[in-house]
């Protein structure tokens, strides 16, 4: 769709939020809790996180105080969308032994219709990667279906980058290009603080009727695209995707491997926040009596010895063997699944990696170990 561009200030913002709470939406954006900057309800403008950003490199996050007012100060945190699209615990089906015999209902889908507030580039294309997995294959998972369904996204076009950031290598940001209904890019120049905005879908144009706003001049969108073109340069990291399918896929015997886990605790931190990791299991639980039981699919994570437990044993059963897996996966194999890279560049497993291993470095290890020629062909048996 056309994407006119148009400003609109806080109070604007403000409007954009009630509008879509009159609509029924449940209005989800960031905001400052337990020290880091999450995603929540909010109401007003005054719940976003301003005046804040976050400081962020291998195995360290912190919110630091800006100099500004800015509301989208700050890069991704620790959560995703996936939080609220594919939820970390989600009832299947409950059965109930009543007189008249035993019951069973499928879980109701009665989640409020979400508005995603702050949604940013790299977040887009990870909701789509999700789309394909659990939405788009041959066997839909119909909640995730209808939650995205009812889904408004707005998107904010990323000001500045953070030190674990590589979006720009994914090319999957700092600018969303597509996947939003509205895309704010926000512009602070002294006491001026207004917000520069892209309309996506029909349904965003409709939105905006009910905001107050203005054409944007010629020197407004430069300054949106100045704002972007600040983040592009200082991403804090890149990665080299050119053949890095063919490169991980025949080096399963690299050393690096051995090397990498001697670091990794099998803590499953990097699956847990990575917006794409869709990998869940499930739980069955009844009560004492046998009077009810129900079945709770959780997210999951390779990084388990259970992830893999087949008959007598776990297939990965090495530290070795499961980060292998999961880098593999997301920068290899994701592409023979899901014709895509399964790594959007959101910089989330570094940051929250205890120990910081770091998914670019331990790619560019085995890259230039092989173009140094100290590696020799690595297996790929
Ligand atoms: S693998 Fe790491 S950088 Fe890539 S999408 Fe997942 S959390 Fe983000
Ligand atoms: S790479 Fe880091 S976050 Fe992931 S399992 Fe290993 S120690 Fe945990």
Redesign the pocket.
Known sequence: MNQPRLITTCDGLQALIDALVSRGYRVLGPVVRDGAIVYDAIARVADLPAGWTDHQEAGRYRLERRGDGALFGFVVGPQSWKRFLHPSVETLWTMRQGEDGVRISSAATTAPKFAFLGVRACEIHAISIQDRVLRDGPYPDTAYAKRRQDAFIVAVNCGQAGGTCFCVSMRTGPKANSGFDLALTELLDGASHQFLVEVGSEAGAELLERVPHHSATEAECAAAAAVVARAVSQMGRSLETDGIKELLQSNPDHPRWDE?AR?????????MVCPTCFCTTVEDHSDLTGASAERVRKWDSC?TLDFSYLHGGSVRST?RSR?RQ?MTHKLASWFDQFGTSGCVGCGR?IT????G?DITQEAAAIRSSLNTGKGEHHGGS
Not at 263 to 271: F, I, Q, V, W
Not at 352 to 355: H, L
């Open positions: 990498v670091r990794c605790l099998s803590c499953g931190n990097c699956t990084f530290g980060y999961w497993c929250w990696c205890p120990v291993i």
